[in-house]
């Protein structure tokens, strides 16, 4: 009972990353897009491409907040109680990224655009990586069962330095493939080639940390790496070829199912680090089962998330359609005033 | 009593050995809340305005309707967007600011909001389908992916208001060694105040947006602009607030003789009422002093005869609480002047609406001809965000010291470790700037809507191009 909603918890952690991931990633291009004039091309694609989406994808979080502290409220409050430094930061970074994303849009003169503009890029760096880093302290077990754990070390220590670092790469690397694919569609040759050598840039620099990162966990977190090493070998094995088969495709400038695979690559690293975890929910010293609620709740959680499946997917579904389709039916459109 | 003096006195308000967080988690509490509910309106009812409005426009050709119904739909965008985000931080603060909160009630406290989650989703693809589908989709299929917007901000709205509500009412968990081994969930949900706090949230929300709109027209024709765009504006926010408020007027009436049965507490801060008796007087005004009632008016037998319909009924005071858990004087004065206001603003804007009906019926095709009844229109808006802040402080302050009746503290609550001051301090200088900037924005679209039409104006939602091309068309 507890592993099913655990499961269902970590499908929205995993939505939220290659869907929120690839949001904070566009806020990473746009705060080194370059000034108003050279970066305008770039910020009007993320504009375009982010506006219709950006709040139902950063929903997920909230899903996974409720989950977590309906569902295993012992470790909601551990987590809260140590790392409220990330949190807190993280927080105020999603208001500071949520406003100045939709102040942008609804303002017209450029000083404005330019000062909501850099808050909303900040923030989008700053927020995945204190995401990151909180997850990399739940995987090298600093976070005590009672809570109250070391308020620094807990979240700034190697394991976490690495999660934060790869957060922010793997949102950047996401979000210029989608973006590709989106200057694609556009027809937007110029774009194409930007996001495309972003995305062949940030996935290489993703591989390498990535392994580098192999060493580091060796060292910092054994049990983790142990686990990465060889329950969860084949998911890391896959990430590994999705990630190249991505490089591939952005070579040849093939955009077909480039979306999918760079997706898939992120969605495939974190399931690693999932069933790593798995069974416990902090380090080694609290499981999925001791810090599960009773069950009545579990099957509240259970019901919520099977309506989502039925009822938010179709929905979701529905409003990327409508998003695709009337792009693509109005290929030439003319250039904002 | 200077303020310096009262605000020096604050830090005494809960028992003596109070933990140091707890001041800073309260205040960063009650601000964040407080923002987010003035907000919380216009997710629930601007949305049914707008529906109002579109369905008008589309039955019968008005085209002003349906431009009233498009350009709130840009507002609304503006302010969901805000109201998401702070009430994503909300999420974060409950386990960081109440750690021992989530870790021993998460399992009952939490899982409506998990429901919630449910319907904020569905809220949050249906606006942006919406705010998309304007000059996109077939017209009648683009008002009903409206539909779901506006029903999912109820469904929200009553999740929320369940999680609320059991914290005055817990009830559906079976505790043992302070550790909850049970919960019936439908009994959670369901609780006792559930149903009452429901109906009071969903008019309040109602009165606000109808009064807020309103107010903008009403200002709107004070300085000139008479024309049906405005009137239609004014009036259809106006009458659903007009609508709303007598129905909750009586919702009020009937919560408070709920609160005298099931919480005496709460019910003796709000009567101001020391000692348990009979024939209580209803106090207006006033304050506890040292125990004492001190000036304020008394309306004779009034408080008995609300409570129980006859002035021999009796009220327990605040000495029937037990002492270590009795909220002392500077809180039950703020709970009673916060009933107060709640209750004479209500009746401030019922005497609106009666004169508006009074209108009404004299001389309808001149119904907003006046300069005073759109002047004191035009502040209804405002009167109806203070009164809905202050039952929320009612309902808040009154249940304190306890985070959940007869189970925890909310000094037990707060987090123990670390300095909530920078947090607060860093929320406050955010809100307040995000605040600044949302109304500016909001602004500056009425004045672009003025100057350059409706196209000239994106919103968080659709892309940009959207706009670029409906522009190209319309010049």
């Not at chain 1, 969860?232 to 093939?254: D, I, M, N, S, V």
């Not at chain 1, 099977?306 to 409508?322: D, K």
């Not at chain 2, 009422?273 to 106090?283: A, F, I, K, Q, Y």
Request: a positive charge; hydrophobic letters at 55%; glycine letters at 10%.
């Amino acid at each position: 009972m507890a592993d099913l909603v655990a499961v269902f918890l970590f499908v929205g952690v995993i939505a939220y990353c290659v869907l929120g991931g690839a949001d904070f990633g566009a806020g990473f291009w746009d705060l080194i897009a370059g000034g108003a004039g050279r970066g305008r091309e770039p910020r009007r694609l993320i504009d375009d491409s982010l506006g219709p989406v950006w709040e139902a994808n950063h929903t997920w979080l909230i899903y996974c907040l409720v989950m977590l502290w309906s569902g295993f409220p012992t470790a909601f409050a551990a987590m809260t109680s140590t790392l409220y430094l990330p949190l807190g930061i993280a927080a105020l970074g999603i208001v500071l990224r949520g406003a100045g994303f939709a102040f942008r849009k609804a303002s017209i003169r450029t000083p404005e655009q330019r000062v909501y503009g850099a808050v909303f890029a900040l923030s989008s760096v700053l927020t995945p990586y204190c995401f990151g880093s909180v997850a990399g302290a739940l995987a090298s077990g600093r976070v005590p069962t009672h809570g109250n754990g070391n308020a620094v070390t807990s979240w700034l220590n190697p394991t976490s330095a690495l999660g934060g670092v790869l957060a922010v790469l793997a949102c950047a690397y996401l979000a210029a493939a989608y973006l590709t694919v989106a200057a694609r569609q556009q027809a937007d040759p110029h774009l194409l080639r930007y996001f495309r050598d972003r995305a062949v840039a940030a996935g290489a620099v993703t591989g390498v940390v990535s392994i580098a990162g192999v060493f580091l966990l060796r060292a910092d977190a054994p049990r983790l790496f142990h686990q990465l090493s060889h329950r969860a070998l084949p998911l890391a094995l896959l990430a590994a070829l999705c990630g190249l088969l991505g490089l591939a495709l952005l070579r040849a400038e093939r955009t077909r199912g480039l979306r999918a695979t760079a997706a898939a690559a992120v969605a495939l690293i974190v399931s690693g680090w999932g069933v790593s975890q798995y069974p416990y929910m902090l380090g080694t010293h609290l499981s999925l089962q001791d810090a599960a609620s009773p069950d009545a709740t579990l099957w509240v959680l259970v019901g919520v998330a099977c309506a989502a499946g039925v009822v938010i997917l179709p929905s979701l579904v529905l409003l990327f359609r409508v998003m695709d389709r009337a792009e693509a039916a109005e290929p030439a459109a003319p250039e904002t005033p | 009593m200077t303020t310096a003096e009262s605000l020096a006195h604050l830090p005494a308000l809960a028992a003596a050995a109070e933990p140091a967080q707890l001041l800073p988690a309260r205040e960063q509490m009650a601000f964040t809340l407080g923002f987010h509910i003035i907000l919380v309106p216009f997710g629930i009812a601007l949305t049914t305005l707008m529906l109002i409005a579109h369905h008008r426009g589309l039955r019968k050709g008005d085209a002003e309707a349906l431009l009233l119904a498009r350009r709130w739909s840009k507002a609304a965008a503006v302010l969901f967007a805000v109201g998401a985000i702070t009430g994503t931080v909300l999420s974060f603060e409950l386990g960081i600011l109440w750690p021992r909160l989530m870790r021993d009630y998460g399992s009952a406290f939490g899982f409506p909001f998990a429901i919630e989650g449910l319907f904020f989703f569905l809220e949050a693809i249906f606006v942006s389908l919406y705010i998309y589908g304007w000059g996109r989709m077939r017209p009648w299929a683009h008002f009903w992916t409206g539909v779901p917007v506006c029903l999912a901000g109820i469904g929200g709205t009553a999740s929320v208001v369940a999680a609320n509500a059991w914290m005055n009412q817990p009830g559906g968990i079976t505790v043992e060694h302070g550790k909850v081994v049970a919960v019936r969930p439908a009994e959670v949900f369901f609780n006792g105040a559930f149903w009452l706090e429901f109906w009071h949230m969903f008019l309040a929300a109602y009165i606000v947006a109808g009064f807020v709109v309103a107010g903008v027209y009403a200002v709107g024709m004070l300085r000139g602009r008479r024309d049906r765009y405005h009137r239609v504006g004014f009036l259809t926010g106006f009458v659903t607030a007009a609508c709303a408020l007598p129905l909750q007027i009586l919702v009020g009436d009937t919560i408070a003789r709920q609160v005298f049965d099931d919480e005496p507490a709460k019910f003796a801060s709000i009567e101001l009422l020391p000692v348990t008796g009979s024939h209580v007087p209803e106090t207006l005004g006033g304050a506890l002093v040292d125990g004492k009632v001190r000036y304020g008016i008394k309306v004779p037998d009034m408080a008995s005869l609300l409570a129980g319909f006859k002035p021999s009924t009796t009220i327990r005071g605040l000495e029937a609480v037990p002492a270590d858990v009795r909220p002392d004087d500077a809180q039950a004065n703020i709970v009673h002047w916060a009933f107060d206001v709640m209750v004479g603003t209500s009746f401030l804007m019922l005497a609106v609406v009666l004169w508006f009906g009074w209108l009404w019926w004299r001389r309808r095709s001149q119904l907003t001809a006046g300069r005073w009844f759109l002047r004191v229109a035009s502040v209804c808006g405002l009167v109806a965000v203070v009164c809905l802040e202050s039952g929320w402080v009612v309902t808040e302050v009154g249940r304190q010291p306890w985070i959940v009746v007869g189970h925890l503290l909310t000094r037990d609550a707060v987090a123990t470790k670390g300095d909530l001051w920078p947090f607060f301090g860093a929320v406050l200088l955010i809100y307040l700037v995000v605040g600044a900037a949302a109304l500016w924005v909001l602004r500056s679209m009425t004045r672009r809507w003025r100057q350059q039409g409706d196209e000239a104006v994106s919103v968080p939602y659709g892309p940009e191009r959207f706009a670029g091309t409906s522009t190209g068309k319309a010049s």
